[in-house]
């Protein structure tokens, strides 16, 4: 692990009539240009329209965008793009492409951070701060996830060759100072479209408060929260495949309610009664028969409520939530007991413990007493509303009363009644929604872990395990076509490296690189072309940097042949050389020694996910899976089932 410190040594000295640009519309057409080629000529288009900022360290380059997120009041953002030389990186190796299945791709040359930091002054006192990670460690990507969102509101990264890595993003809801997540995905969207990016992947462990974005999400919708910008299952974990990922969906979302509401009766009786209540706020309660409508329903109502309570709501509300252990009648009385009290006084705002007092002469339960106390806050009882707010100066916690006809009126119908009881703050809303999360789905109890429920334990954990998503920028859109001209002509090429150490003809890649446009004289030799090929792409990857174009694969020629003469335009081309023999041994983000993977979960490769290696037959497999805690420290001398079941079934040495 290492950690990339940036100082910035003139950031503090900007130009004047630098120039600035729209958040919401940077990289859209023309905004700063029109980006027509490949990824490495929009990323140089892109660049010339930065800030060069000074930087301490002589092989790092960077730029800044300052990005205006309103005109008035005037919000500023600078975003930042730090271009990092791979050769000369401490972590040559990506993590991430390692965690979502992109190990076998050749390691690039250049990798550019995309960086929104979160505080502006960090950036003057400390500089740029963000960790790169060797693909060796086990939960890199996580390490570096975690620590890059503590620093940026969003940290990209996308290597030379149009591949890239959303590492993280950390927003504001509801856009407050800063961009709220969804303006920054938008934000990260236009920059990969307007740069041609091949593929993007992350690594989707987005929280909703203290719940897991992609399961909540997952149930209400049948898919992440990303899949709105187009990322979709990208890499099984755990050995969870994309059909059994999507049926674990599908069976959460379809749980009826009605069986649910019996199930919990008995368990968890607050349970029935906030599927109850939101199925009374419905204006259709019909509607809302599965777990997947009503969760849908209750993230689409937290965007129609208030943050806090504007109004006044029904005091029997109070007995709906998931606290409350004593009977309607009992919380009517001590209601009532607390508005004599209130109406009774001298003055206008009572303190807490003075209206306590008087109602204790009548209610000898406390718990009760406190439990109302605590709750009643703008709610309706009879014909008052029930006011509380902390006095500014003695922060004494204070009640009072207030005609409810001065400030609501009359409803015009029941079915307004039923709304206006329960009338809910965003709040309230997330704590409901949080009560039902985590005793339905994550701290399930003997109601769920029995009978035909048991199987939503198992579902759970199968949505969770999935947790790498890919978006294919270059999905729809009409590949490029080799051009023919009368002065040049663009083709389609990829390589081949063969294998020097004489392994019966086989080949170093697994996978040919991803197809480059080459563009060279419509004159030009065999030869030409093998020497542009060779020059483009030790130009894009670092671990084909001694490459050497020997043939065009299906072309048996001399190198002064014309192009025009042998080539059919339209179809691909492959050209084969060889490296280096000392530079054999790192040519891919993987390495060149693939672990062998044999999980008790049916995995058969790597998966990001932490592991461990047995000492006897040197196989990998999830120290999760091996009963190895994620606090735990993997023991010095592991076996598997396998080799010990062999050592323990030895037949016993005769001394």
Request: charged share 25%; glycine share 4%; aromatic share 6%.
């Given at each position: 692990m290492a950690k990339m410190l940036i100082n910035l040594g003139g950031s503090r000295k900007r130009k004047r009539g630098e120039r600035v640009f729209r958040f919401e519309c940077f990289c859209e057409p023309g905004h700063p240009s029109h980006f027509n080629g490949s990824f490495q000529e929009n990323i140089r288009t892109l660049l010339r329209f930065g800030h060069s900022e000074v930087v301490a360290q002589g092989d790092v380059n960077c730029w800044s965008f300052q990005l205006e997120l309103s005109h008035h009041p005037p919000t500023l953002v600078r975003m930042f793009v730090v271009e990092e030389d791979v050769g000369k990186s401490p972590c040559r190796r990506c993590h991430c492409c390692r965690a979502v299945g992109w190990g076998c791709h050749i390691i690039s040359n250049k990798r550019f951070h995309f960086l929104l930091p979160k505080n502006e002054s960090t950036i003057e006192s400390e500089g740029l701060c963000f960790e790169i990670h060797d693909s060796s460690s086990g939960r890199a990507a996580m390490a570096s996830k975690a620590v890059s969102s503590r620093r940026n509101l969003m940290h990209g990264v996308i290597h030379s060759n149009g591949l890239g890595h959303l590492i993280s993003i950390s927003g504001f809801e509801g856009g407050s100072y800063f961009a709220s997540g969804h303006q920054i995905l938008d934000l990260w969207d236009r920059i990969c479209s307007a740069l041609r990016v091949r593929k993007v992947s992350l690594i989707d462990t987005a929280m909703k408060g203290s719940m897991e974005l992609r399961l909540i999400h997952g149930i209400a919708y049948g898919e992440t929260w990303f899949r709105r910008w187009g990322y979709k299952f990208g890499h099984e974990s755990y050995g969870v495949t994309q059909q059994m990922y999507q049926q674990s969906l599908e069976a959460l979302q379809s749980l009826p309610l009605c069986l649910l509401i019996p199930h919990f009766a008995c368990f968890h009786h607050e349970i029935p009664m906030l599927i109850a209540k939101y199925q009374a706020i419905s204006s259709n309660?019909?509607?809302?028969?599965?777990?997947?409508?009503?969760?849908?329903?209750?993230?689409?109502?937290?965007?129609?409520?208030?943050?806090?309570?504007?109004t006044a709501m029904d005091y029997q509300g109070i007995v709906t939530e998931t606290t409350c252990r004593w009977s309607t009648k009992r919380?009517?009385?001590?209601?009532?007991?607390?508005?004599?009290?209130?109406?009774?006084?001298?003055?206008?705002?009572?303190?807490?413990?003075?209206?306590?007092?008087?109602?204790?002469?009548?209610?000898?339960?406390?718990?009760?007493?406190?439990?109302?106390?605590?709750?009643?806050?703008?709610?309706?009882?009879?014909?008052?509303?029930?006011?509380?707010?902390?006095?500014?100066?003695?922060?004494?916690?204070?009640?009072?009363?207030?005609?409810?006809?001065?400030?609501?009126?009359?409803?015009?119908?029941?079915?307004?009644?039923?709304?206006?009881?329960?009338?809910?703050?965003?709040?309230q809303l997330m704590r409901d929604l949080l009560h039902l999360y985590k005793h339905i789905l994550k701290e399930p109890g003997p109601a769920i872990t029995t009978g035909v429920f048991g199987a939503i334990p198992v579902a759970v954990r199968m949505v969770l395990d999935i947790k790498h998503f890919v978006k294919d920028y270059q999905d729809g859109l009409q590949p490029k076509k080799d051009v023919g001209g009368h002065e040049r002509i663009e083709l389609n090429c990829t390589v081949r490296v063969r294998d020097e150490e004489g392994n019966g003809g086989k080949y170093i890649l697994k996978e040919l690189p991803p197809n480059e446009s080459i563009t060279i004289p419509s004159h030009a030799t065999i030869g030409d072309l093998k020497r542009e090929v060779e020059r483009h792409f030790r130009e894009i990857y670092w671990g084909l940097k001694s490459f050497a174009a020997e043939l065009v694969v299906g072309i048996e020629s001399k190198d002064s042949v014309s192009v025009r003469s042998l080539v059919e335009l339209g179809t691909g081309i492959v050209v084969e050389g060889k490296l280096d023999e000392k530079d054999g041994q790192e040519i891919c983000e993987g390495g060149s020694n693939a672990l062998v993977v044999e999980c008790l979960c049916g995995a058969r490769e790597e998966d990001g996910e932490r592991m461990v290696c047995c000492d006897i037959c040197e196989v990998w497999q999830h120290t999760r899976c091996a009963r190895i805690a994620n606090d735990d420290d993997v023991p010095r001398v592991f076996l598997c089932g396998r080799c010990e079941s062999d050592i323990v079934s030895f037949p016993p040495m005769n001394c």
């Open positions: 309660p019909t509607a809302l028969v599965t777990l997947g409508e009503l969760f849908r329903f209750m993230i689409e109502l937290k965007s129609r409520l208030p943050l806090n309570s504007l919380v009517e009385m001590a209601a009532q007991v607390i508005v004599e009290a209130l109406k009774k006084s001298q003055v206008r705002w009572v303190t807490r413990q003075e209206v306590r007092d008087a109602a204790r002469a009548y209610i000898g339960d406390t718990g009760l007493l406190d439990y109302v106390l605590k709750s009643l806050g703008n709610h309706v009882v009879g014909n008052y509303i029930v006011r509380r707010m902390v006095n500014p100066v003695t922060k004494v916690l204070e009640y009072c009363l207030e005609d409810s006809s001065n400030v609501m009126p009359p409803p015009r119908s029941n079915h307004e009644k039923i709304r206006v009881r329960f009338q809910l703050t965003r709040v």
